[in-house]
Each structure stands twice: as C-alpha cells, then as structure tokens.
C-alpha cells in the first residue's frame, strides 16, 4: 500500500525486464483494504541479479524418465507368426508338415491367430493352444458355411464362441 492509500501490485510481464529487479523483503505486509487478507511484497527498492533460467545437470532419459510410454512392438508379422507356429509345434498341437499346405486348417488358422485376430495373442499367452486349437476346428468344418456361427473367430474371449444362442464352447480353463 503506498503512502496515498492505494494498493500497488506489480503488473506481470512476458519479457525480462533489462533494469534489476526490487529484491522481495521478508517482511510481508497485510493490505486493510480488503476483507480478504492478501499479501504483497514490499515496494522498498533493493537490487537483485538478473533472472537466471534452470538447466539440469544431467539431461532427462527416457531409461530413467517417470513416463511410461509403451515400447515399439518388436516383431513384424512374419516372425510373430513363425513364433507363434514355433510354440504351437512346442505344444505338440500341430505338426510342422500340418502347415506345408497354406490351404489346411492348420495354416489359416495360424494366419488367422498371428495377423488376424484382434486379441493379438503371444506365442507365450495361456489361451494361444485353446485359441488355435479352436480356429483349426473352424477352418477343418468349413465354418464360413456354417448356417449359424455365432461369435465364432471374433475378438471375444474363445469360450464365447457359440454354436447356438443357448450354448458356447466348453473351456478348460
């Protein structure tokens, strides 16, 4: 509050101003003329340093950095699905020759599992077995001609898989 009685507040800037700055005292001051406490720095003059801007030490890394960002998929499609062909033989579900021919059941399901499906399983999923195992049954009936194939090879969970309204396909879970 200056001496006529009227509360100064010092107007913000967006540049720097080129003079030093008043120096803030410790002392700070209740202005009376609001209900309201508000507290504001003096207005005793006092020379400060210039603004200083923050530079860290040590730049920030994304190793040690607190945001999780999801890393970069790091297999392309065809060696997911040799990965995933690799853990099905593993399994002892398919064979190696039941996927020589692209036509079997074998082979559209696998191409289905690994560059169709939307869940995206792993070659390590607990489901993948029961997941594949289910989609070669699909490909060996010919269950595109299936007169009604509820659910069947869609991003549901595989036990959602229905052959009728009143029944889904039993897991093992």
């Not at 008043?22 to 006092?46: C, E, F, T």
């Not at 593993?90 to 191409?111: C, E, M, T, V, Y």
Request: proline share 10%; with cysteine.
């Amino acid at each position: 509050v200056g001496k006529d009685g009227i509360l100064y507040v010092p107007a913000p800037t967006w540049q720097p101003s080129f003079q030093p700055s008043q120096k803030p005292s410790n002392n700070l001051k209740k202005s009376n003329d609001h209900a309201i406490g508000v507290y504001s720095p003096s207005l005793s003059p006092a020379v400060s340093a210039s603004p200083t801007m923050f530079y860290p030490i040590t730049p920030p890394s994304s190793l040690n950095s607190d945001i999780f960002q999801p890393s970069p998929n790091p297999t392309s499609a065809k060696s997911r699905k040799a990965l995933i062909q690799e853990r099905i033989i593993s399994l002892g579900i398919s064979s190696a020759d039941s996927f020589n021919a692209k036509s079997s059941p074998q082979s559209l399901a696998l191409h289905w599992i690994s560059q169709d499906d939307a869940r995206m399983l792993g070659p390590y999923d607990q489901h993948l077995g029961q997941r594949y195992s289910l989609a070669v049954f699909y490909f060996a009936t010919e269950g595109d001609e299936w007169k009604f194939s509820p659910m069947w090879l869609t991003g549901e969970h595989e036990c959602y898989w229905g052959l009728s309204p009143d029944s889904a396909t039993v897991c093992n879970e």
